[in-house]
Each structure stands twice: as C-alpha cells, then as structure tokens.
Nanobody, 128 residues
C-alpha cells in the first residue's frame, strides 16, 4: 500500500508563508482525492483542504480560505499546501491523506474517515 510523506513544516512568525509537500513512497500519486488535515494541540483532527484528482476541483475549510492553496505537480508526483498569512491558530501537526473512492453518501471528501491512507504528519508552529 502506498505511504505518504509530508515535509516542509517548521517554526514561523505570524504573517509568514510556508509550503508543505506530500509525496508517496515508491508509487505514483493517483487517487480520487488528496486532502490536508491538521490537528492542533489538544484538539481533534480537522479538515484543511482537498483536491479531486480528476478535474482538479478544490475545497477549503472556511478558516483557511483565501490564505491556503492546495495544488499538485504531476511531474514531481507531489501535492502541496501553500500557506500564507499564517496565524498562531494555524499551529498544528499537518497531515496529508489520500483516498481512491468517493465518500460514503457523496459530497466532498472533507472528513478524516473519508481517507484510508495517511502520512506521519509535519509540525507547523506559528509564533505571534
């Protein structure tokens, strides 16, 4: 089974930008959808953004809309999360995830249960 590897996390100041990368280990990254989630300290994992592989439609959580952009580079077999205007409340472990099927019941794949494949996560810390 494909494994995902995130990179690009780090410590930044409020207002800075950061780009996270997600690449599979050993296989081509093709799926129904790729998603980014995050888990703030002491909180549950939450949806950030998702990209549908066919058509490249994207959806974002309201909290990051206009600041974060999900994209892919097929030549590099990588999915990115470009984060701008970062805020201290963006501090979290960020995970990428993949699914080869539509969510049960339809709709956007914006729940952790929609994704069977996960990376190990990368820490993003935003200081005020």
């Amino acid at each position: 089974q494909v494994q995902l590897e995130e990179s690009g996390g780090g410590l930044v100041q409020a207002g800075d930008s950061l780009r996270l990368s997600c690449a599979p280990s050993g296989r081509t990254l093709e799926s129904y959808a790729m998603g980014w989630f995050r888990q703030p300290p002491g909180k549950e994992r939450e949806f950030v953004a998702a990209l549908l592989w066919v058509g490249s439609s994207m959806v974002y959580a309201d909290s990051v809309k206009g600041r974060f952009t999900i994209s892919r580079d097929n030549t590099k077999n990588t999915v990115y999360l470009q984060m701008s205007s970062l805020k201290p409340e963006d501090t979290a472990v960020y995970y990428c995830a993949a699914t080869h099927r539509r969510p049960v019941g339809g709709g956007w794949p914006d729940s952790p249960r929609d994704y069977p494949i996960w990376g190990q996560g990368t820490q993003v810390t935003v200081s005020s």
